[in-house]
């Protein structure tokens, strides 16, 4: 019987062409379906499409039914593993994600204790059970995720490629783990991956899509015939030798078969090499990262060569990372040398980290201002390195908008900005799909090959064993804090027994030195695209780009119009949902037309918007559909964090007379009596912002400005009082409103003195961050308040009055039992530099930074459909403008 | 008080320190000073708490000094301050004792941090499970966020020309030549750029994190707190013990002095009871685990 069948479902992204084009298909309860693909295939929409809660906002037609029944909201009987375990593991402390499902579920603890105590032991969790997650490795991090899923019992889990982050053994482990659950459990289990040598000999059935729509649906040894490309090297070899006989899935399949097929030659000969200059010498590095910490690198030596790619392969936690930070200096070994010619640039792990900009283009002028050049050097430099890693087509595009592999060409370019004649990557093929790679290698090829000597010495570190025989020269193997044996790429490879390529273990006993997919097919009278051996060994594919680039920047931007106007809209309709009626519209300028809104809306407060008379940009009916979307209960409606500050006042303002009186007659101590007041003044908000039941992503925004400005008050320690926290409470008060404003002010304090020490000030500090935020959210309903010198001036004026004010009187009343008026006065007098410090701290991070932070929030608020950003329509404006000017003036020819 | 639920220890720090503050009585202060002490010791190494008094002692000191020189109230006149207030010594005693109140609460919540550890604050905030997750949340992202602090940091002095090549060549040659403020400024600009970008990187990604809340089912029922935190017998014991203390303390007699009548004796040996509790359970703890071992 079937878990769930798709009929003619088609989905587009708000006025995109379809991603998802007429989509039937049928899965078997019980089946294991793997879905393959190209990045940017509709793989990650259509799965989404089978989980309700994460069904993306568009334009949808079809049915998808679940045991029968049209698909409702069945969250217990369907789980959803996302790609990266990090982001997708909401609590601290591992029993409590586990127990995360179930307490949404709303059960009691004791059938939560069972539930977990369950899981725990099918997962073998118990040993890390009270550990923080933040102590897991990566492996157990996705573990723990499809954990706390299988704890809510579902009937079909959905796995978007959550391997894709993990190293090679923890990968193998999560994919035992799953095979377990749907032999033993029988759960369906639907899932996307690009490492295709665990998933494939899983799989029941594979479907393979390409531009949305399935190509290939059947038994693996059906589908496998399509798009070989992206397969396991057992396929690509049968594939790319004349697909005699049956198609060998494993390596063990694969070696018998090739002992049925006749070998052209006993041995692939060995490739000779030849070395470069010298340009990086390491000799005898010894590293630990703390003083009584055991070592970590051990007498590291090597050597890196122009014109050459060395892959540091090797186990996980061997020390790789860190051998790459000591090179790349950004730690220092307590014994040992390195010598290098010129400076050496490193690729990070993530691309993220280096990403500044509002688009590609923008990033890569932000690098090339620091150069040294003239104009047209610059411009012939920029376009050189733009056609090198192929981004024309992406400059642009805002860079967190890119997928994986593009990303890390955006961050490559911006290095190779910079003529890197050393560069050092770390797992750079880390959740790349099969094309991402290619187009790295050739990359990196491309630079060792430059003729005009000023060729570029590679050092990478690498998981990936496939792409460093492919496209490495020279291998290291890495164990123990040293570097055990380095070779040739080929002869490396063809020396080991384990750590091998899947290619030589399944071609060993009848071609000997092969490697490589390319050297067998070669050995087996293939077609390997040259005629010699692969010396160069660029796989003849062309480097794709997935969307038609003209087509789809037009069609983003008219996107973007929209769906900003229509988050604009939806902020002025209030939780309830009451329908927009009206809306009145200036068919020229989408400001303008807001702004008109505004004051529609301002005029007539809680009034139903009632008509839609005209939409200036695109035919009425996508701004309809999207609008009931928009309405639909599939995604999270789009409302504003809704502050009413006035009755937690009434009750705040009733109770504290009576506390006051209270304390007087019972002659309580002041300080007694402030911190009950305190409480009293923090407790309705916090009950208000339990009773309106906030949605998941208030719940973590609200905690993501908590953090960064925790964070940020323990990582400033340059001046006692020079530190970010208020600039960021402010920045949230005005960008979520004064309700969220004051719930991260309060929260910060409150966590920020679980590290540096809770005590009497910890009400005091909550108190006076509270205010400053709900302070912050009053006044960032101006548009005014909303720029970054005004807003600037405001966040000086309260730091110091509101922080100063309350903190130095608290001073007195905390520490003093009969305080009197000179001891306020002495108190003030002592704070007041202080004060100035900080205030002047909080008026320096607020004009840098506050624009771009508010941008930040609406873009995201703005690229999600909505949830986080209150006040987005005052906020759009300016955003808007900005980007329609920025979005032509930077491009190549303006240099 | 680390065995017990929450709730309890949250109650007796709640007691005694509400105790200390709220009786100025000088013997009250030194039960409460000695039994904290006490209690810091048996939970925190001694280099520790030598720090941590390295922070508190000025702290003291200036409690101490600020009150003669500010009140002057009292009839027993030591001396004249230069502008001619006296200084007296219902003052200086007053002071003294507003100092040994100060260290006696700053030390209780010494204890009280060590104790209440993130997931018990978590508990006790079951009672709004919205907060209680924002609180989990956090704590979850504090340590990602300053793995991700250092990881922009290193990427940025490895790949970014901002921090390498100027740096790179100032390190190398002219150091000197760059001033204080300068580089100060440079620094700032840093961090900022720092802060920022892990703010975009945070703000894209926690869309992610909201996902896999509403896929497991956030928002779809009124959520429950779960804990593997229990309420036993003996949690019963110790909150009845901590409120039979606090009975007996308020209803004892004792004015602003301490007198050694039946009443405030008996308020005395209660409140002393009461802070030895802590102190009571770990040494019964290990005399069972002494007497429990020796039989093996």
Known sequence: MEIFTIENLTFSYPNQTPTLADISLKIERGAFVLVCGRTGCGKTTLLRHLKPALVPHGEKRGAIYFGGEPLADHCEKIGFVMQSAESQIVTDKVWHELAFGLENLGLDTAAIRLRVAEMANYFGIQTWFHKPVSELSGGQKQILALASVMVMQPAALILDEPASQLEPIAAAEFFSILARINRELGVTVIISEHRLEEALPLASQVIIMEKGRIIADGTPQESVLVGQSFMPPPVQIWARSGRRGACPLTVREGAAWLSTQTVKMEEIPIRQHTQGECALSVTDLWFRYEKNAPDVIKGLSLKGYYGEILAIVGGNATGKTTALSLIAGSNKPYRGKIKADTQIYALPQNPKAIFTEKSVGEELHATLSFMEITGEEKRRHLANVVNICGLESLLDRHPYDLSGGEQQQTALAKLLLLRPRILLLDEPTKGLDAEYKRTLGKILRGLTAELSGASTAIILVSHDIEFCAEYADRCALFFDGGIVTENTAQRFFCGNNFYTTSANRMARHVLGNAVTVGDVVWGLGGDVGTTSPPTSPLQPHEPQNPVDSSVSKEIKHGFSRITRILSGLSDFRDSRNEPIRKIRENPLNPCEALESLESDFRGSRNEPIRKIRENPLNPREALESLKSDFRGSHNEPIRRIRENPLNPCLIFMLTIPITISLGIHLALHFNLISTLIIFQALLPFALAFEGRKPKARELVIVAVFCAIAVAARSAFFMYPQFKPAIAIVIIAGVALGGEAGLLVGAMTAFVSNMFFGQGPWTPWQMLAFGVIGLSAGLVGRWRAFRRSVPLAIFGGIVTFFIYGGIMNFANVIMYQPSPTAEMFIASYAVGLPFDIVHSAATVIFLIITSRPLLDKVERVHVKYGGGIAPFSPRGIAPFHRMTVVGMSSRSLDSV | ?296
């Open chain 2, 1 to 296: 008080m680390n065995g017990y639920n929450p709730y309890v220890s949250l109650a007796f720090f709640a007691a005694v320190v509400g105790f200390t503050v709220f009786i100025m009585n000088p013997i009250f202060l030194l039960i409460s000073l000695i039994c904290a002490v006490l209690y810091a010791c048996l939970l925190t190494p001694l280099g520790k708490i030598a720090k941590y008094l390295s922070l508190v002692l000025p702290l003291v000191a200036i409690t101490a000094v600020m009150n003669p020189l500010f009140n002057h109230r009292g009839v027993t006149i030591l001396a004249y301050l230069p502008n001619g207030n006296p200084v007296t010594l219902e003052a200086v005693l007053y002071g003294i004792a507003a100092a040994i109140m100060l260290a006696a609460v700053v030390t209780w919540f010494l204890c009280f941090n060590k104790v209440m550890t993130s997931d018990k604050f978590i508990y006790v905030l079951g009672f709004s499970p919205a907060l209680a997750l924002v609180l989990s949340i956090t704590l979850r992202m504090l340590p990602r966020f300053r793995a991700r602090l250092k990881e922009i940091t290193a990427a940025q002095a490895a790949a970014s020309p901002l921090v390498t090549s100027a740096e790179y060549r100032d390190n190398s040659r002219n150091v000197t030549k760059r001033s204080f403020l300068a580089r100060k400024k440079n620094s700032v600009k840093k961090a900022i750029k720092i802060l920022s970008i892990l703010i975009s990187w945070t703000l894209e990604d926690c869309i992610e994190t909201a996902d896999s809340m509403k896929s497991r089912g956030y928002g779809l029922r009124p959520r429950t707190s779960f804990s593997i935190f229990t309420f036993t017998r003996r949690d019963v014991f110790a909150l009845g013990y901590i409120a039979l203390c606090a009975v007996i303390i308020l209803v004892g007699d004792f004015g602003d002095f301490p007198s050694f009548n039946l009443g405030g004796g008996r308020a005395f040996l209660a409140f002393a009871a009461l802070c030895l509790l802590p102190i009571l359970s770990i040494i019964r703890e290990q005399l069972t685990w002494k007497f429990s071992q020796s039989k093996i």
